[in-house]
């Protein structure tokens, strides 16, 4: 590019985007003087969904400016927790996010999830068309026009991944009320009407089941219990929220 001579500030959260000579803080760069402030932060490698406040010599301004000769640009991260207005909070997670979709539903956070690959093409039209916040470690699918809105996942941990989306957007949390397999909403199901279902040795073992209204499957405290229990009881104690 020659263009005009800009500096850029990268926020500490967002340098693992960029290239390591811009991660010390502020340095010098050429644009085509054509160029959007949204798309320049975006050909650095941060992908928009993570950008929060942009400054302009210290003042707020658009992703649509353009920067001019010897303007300090500030990239600041997103704040949290994070408002997305315009629809209820509800997610939709990419295929290689089944773990992370699995506790936000254990929480009672509206989670969508596809267990194949549909194509980011579709990820972003269903975004799109259920006003859903799309999870992913992807960039490339971030970037995509037609997302409602996105976020990136910044661990590949699930317990690091479940903290950082409940830390940043503060869903309200619900233990127990919708079912990790498909995402419907699971309501008191009496032993009788799901005898069935059940294997002879749990009916023997337990009294208490839930039932999924979407796809049937039937729960209960079984040998996992205990472990799904540490899961929903850290999350409610760091983000509040019911345990029973």
């Known amino acids: 590019?020659?263009?005009?001579?800009?500096?850029l500030e990268v926020a500490p959260e967002l340098r693992?985007?960029?290239p390591h000579d811009r991660r010390r803080g502020a340095t010098p760069l050429t644009t085509d003087g054509a160029s959007t402030l949204g798309h320049v932060i975006e050909s650095l490698g941060i992908p928009l969904t993570e950008a929060g406040e942009l400054l302009v010599n210290g003042a707020p301004a658009h992703r649509s400016?353009?920067?001019?000769?010897?303007?300090?640009?500030a990239v600041q991260a997103v704040e949290r927790p994070q408002q997305v207005p315009g629809a209820p909070l509800r997610f939709l997670?990419?295929?290689?996010?089944?773990?992370?979709?699995?506790?936000?539903?254990?929480?009672?956070?509206?989670?969508?999830?596809e267990s194949e690959d549909i194509g980011d093409p579709a990820l972003a039209a269903l975004s799109a068309r259920e006003r859903r916040v799309l999870l992913s470690?992807?960039?490339?699918?971030?970037?995509?026009?037609?997302?409602?809105a996105g976020a990136y996942v910044y661990s590949d941990r699930p317990q690091e991944q479940l903290r950082?989306?409940?830390?940043?957007?503060?869903?309200?949390?619900?233990?127990?009320?919708?079912?990790?397999?498909?995402n419907g909403t699971l309501a008191v199901a009496d032993k009788d009407a799901v005898s069935d279902l059940l294997e002879h040795g749990t009916q023997q073992a337990y009294d208490v089941f839930a039932q999924c209204t979407e796809c049937?499957?039937?729960?209960?405290?079984?040998?996992?219990?205990?472990?799904?229990?540490?899961?929903?009881?850290?999350?409610?104690?760091?983000?509040?929220?019911?345990?029973?």
Do not use: K, Q
């Not at 590019?1 to 500096?7: D, F, L, V």
């Not at 400016?65 to 640009?73: C, N, T, V």
């Not at 850290?234 to 929220?241: H, L, P, S, T």
């Open 216 to 244: 049937a499957r039937v729960y209960w405290r079984g040998a996992h219990h205990g472990h799904l229990e540490t899961i929903v009881a850290d999350a409610v104690r760091e983000f509040g929220g019911a345990a029973a």
């Open 93 to 113: 997670l990419d295929v290689h996010l089944g773990t992370l979709a699995r506790r936000l539903r254990l929480l009672g956070v509206d989670a969508a999830y």
């Open 164 to 182: 950082d989306i409940l830390g940043r957007f503060a869903p309200a949390l619900a233990p127990w009320s919708r079912c990790t397999a498909c």
């Open 137 to 148: 470690r992807d960039r490339g699918l971030l970037r995509r026009r037609e997302i409602w």
């Open 65 to 73: 400016h353009i920067p001019g000769p010897g303007e300090h640009i």
């Open 16 to 18: 693992l985007f960029v």
């Open 1 to 7: 590019m020659n263009g005009p001579e800009i500096t």
